[in-house]
């Protein structure tokens, strides 16, 4: 399937300004181009892991029964990777439909700040301040992730939670939505890459409802 271009930051159609793949939004400036697809398949995932270079597409791991890789997405452009992100949908008993975005990426891209509907493009130092919410097991290290709670454009407080960290010297972020589905999110979680599954990649789920992230502004 042909991959949708657009703003890592907003919902603005961008425009190609030449070589190297750079793109213009009339919003943010020249930016680093985003790529996704409507429907996430295993084919556009190694599509977009290839485009994404060394940055890594992190998964929950295991894919717990009954959940589902409904988004992918990677801004990037003919140099580099600066960004990936993948959405998992499924039902849980106390909120029912649940999505879990999880993006990382390098400092300036913008696109978790979107996802979380926070003044971007970065979280801040400030963020990562004073005893952290949790922590997750990434890369065989445990990395420590704070709460954001400064929602714009109209978010409201139950629509969402949201952690921040940083891996490997990226941002990674965790948005949650409904703001209740975050309990589930226990220390030790582990988010794999999926780059090195190998095998496993194959038989991981596809589908379910696309993540709100896209058309959020």
Not at 7 to 34: D, Y
Not at 89 to 104: A, I, K, L, S
Not at 190 to 217: A, K
């Amino acid at each position: 399937m042909a991959l949708a271009v657009g703003c890592p930051r907003c919902t603005t159609p961008v425009a190609s300004i030449g070589a190297g793949g750079s793109r213009a939004c009339p919003e943010h400036g020249v930016v680093t181009p985003l790529w996704r697809t409507d429907v996430a398949s295993y084919e556009d995932l190694v599509k977009l892991l290839a485009l994404a270079g060394d940055v890594p597409t992190y998964v929950p791991w295991p894919v717990e029964s009954g959940w589902s890789i409904a988004d992918i997405a990677v801004v990037g452009d003919d140099n580099k990777g600066a960004a990936t992100l993948l959405t998992l949908t499924g039902v849980t008993p106390d909120d029912g439909q649940v999505e879990m975005t999880v993006v990382t990426e390098e400092a300036g891209v913008g696109l978790g700040a979107r996802c979380a509907r926070t003044a971007g493009p970065d979280p801040g130092i400030e963020a990562c301040t004073g005893p952290p919410t949790t922590r997750v097991r990434v890369a065989g290290q445990l990395v420590p992730l704070w709460p954001i709670t400064q929602w714009t454009n109209g978010a409201e407080e139950w629509e969402r939670s949201v952690v921040v960290g940083e891996a490997a010297g990226r941002w990674l972020w965790l948005v949650f939505r409904p703001a209740t589905a975050m309990l589930m999110l226990q220390d030790g979680w582990h988010l794999r890459q999926v780059g090195d599954l190998g095998v496993q990649m194959v038989e991981l789920p596809f589908g379910g409802p696309s993540g709100s992230w896209w058309n959020s502004p």
